[in-house]
Nanobody
């Protein structure tokens, strides 16, 4: 069992930055591929970014490419999502997810563990 706790969300003006964190506990963190997802009001949860177990591979949805960076620190059991040049359309609850495997994927059903989410609100 893996427990995931996100933090770092908040209210920010358009053009600003936020760094989300997700701390994992319960299993060797380095065994897990990690993903970030988001869900805006009235919309389905969508993939934002993914990172492989050793950070050798990362992937992003097109809407955040060039503005966001996913990274991880396996010594601290933490995955990060640095988001820059934020837009109002980035407003959502952001979730981290984990699966005990090598490479991350963009499908929601791929992941076995989910956090409770952290709210990101971008004002115009």
């Amino acid at each position: 069992q893996v427990q995931l706790v996100e933090s770092g969300g908040g209210l920010v003006q358009a053009g600003g930055s936020l760094r989300l964190s997700c701390v994992a506990s319960g299993r060797p963190f380095s065994s897990y591929a990690m993903g970030w997802f988001r869900q805006a009001p009235g919309k389905e949860r969508e993939f934002v970014a993914g990172i492989s177990w050793n950070a050798g591979s990362t992937s992003y949805t097109d809407s955040v490419k060039g503005r966001s960076t996913i990274s991880r620190d396996n010594t601290k059991n933490t995955v990060f999502l640095q988001m820059n040049s934020l837009k109002p359309e980035d407003t959502a609850v952001y979730y981290c997810a984990a699966k005990r495997t090598v490479i991350a994927a963009s499908r929601l059903s791929f992941y076995d563990y989910w956090g409770q989410g952290t709210q990101v609100t971008v004002s115009s």
